[in-house]
């Protein structure tokens, strides 16, 4: 069962409360207890609803919420020839805008081929855009092209160019979960290792794939 469907069950039943207080602060003012008292009452009742809805429906999304990622070599990591994505597994909520920011010191490039060509273009974010070294793309040549990071679930790709050596570069890319549900990321650029380098860190889950959660 989805948090909204939880949200949803609940606001009769807190339209009840409401009612029933304000029902409650008639019949006290027809009695004769003073407004202040009365008053204090519906302000403790109000207060009591806002924290309910506060704890079961979850901050009113629309927030901007920040992701970072770094982007390690395998010489970094500590296993040769496997370039490794840090932090590979985050939740945001549904209708938040996500600023993901990937840093890597990658210097290696894997150009896309076949048809993942298609992943040198920037897809599913704010604009259409993502920045790397804060200039605006909507793609990369599919020369530079080192990672990308792909969500197929969320409709969301950003091309990873090749650091300079020694350097990093860093894309930013802002989009807005529109989902909710578990939805597994990957890189599309052939760094791995093995046949068409698609093996080692390319299908092995917390190096270059995990997951991003959105929750209703
Ligand atoms: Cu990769």
Not at 30 to 57: C, D, F, H, N, W
Not at 122 to 146: H, R, Y
Request: a neutral charge.
């Amino acid at each position: 069962m989805s948090e909204s469907h939880v949200a949803r069950s609940h606001a009769p039943k807190l339209g009840a409360a409401v009612v029933t207080v304000t029902a409650l602060v008639g019949v006290l003012v027809s009695l004769g207890v003073s407004v202040a008292v009365v008053a204090g009452i519906a302000q403790v009742a109000r207060s009591a609803a806002e924290q309910l809805t506060a704890t079961e429906v979850g901050p009113v999304d629309h927030a901007t919420v920040n992701e970072s990622m770094e982007i390690l070599t395998g010489k970094m990591d500590g296993h040769p020839g496997w370039p490794r994505y840090t932090h590979t597994s985050w939740t945001v909520r549904e209708g938040q805008t996500v600023v993901l920011r990937i840093t890597s010191y990658d210097d290696g490039t894997a150009p896309l081929t076949g048809a993942q060509t298609m992943y040198d273009r920037v897809q599913g974010t704010l604009g259409g855009t993502e920045t790397v070294d804060g200039k605006p793309v909507s793609s990369l040549p599919n020369a530079d092209v080192a990672h990308t990071f792909t969500v197929v679930g969320l409709g969301l790709n950003l091309g990873i160019p090749a650091a300079p050596t020694g350097g990093s570069v860093t894309v930013v890319a802002r989009f807005v979960a529109r989902r909710p549900g578990t939805f597994v990321w990957q890189c599309y650029a052939p760094c791995g290792s093995g046949p068409n380098s698609m093996g080692g860190a390319m299908s092995t889950m917390g190096w270059m794939e995990g997951t991003v959660r959105v929750l209703p």
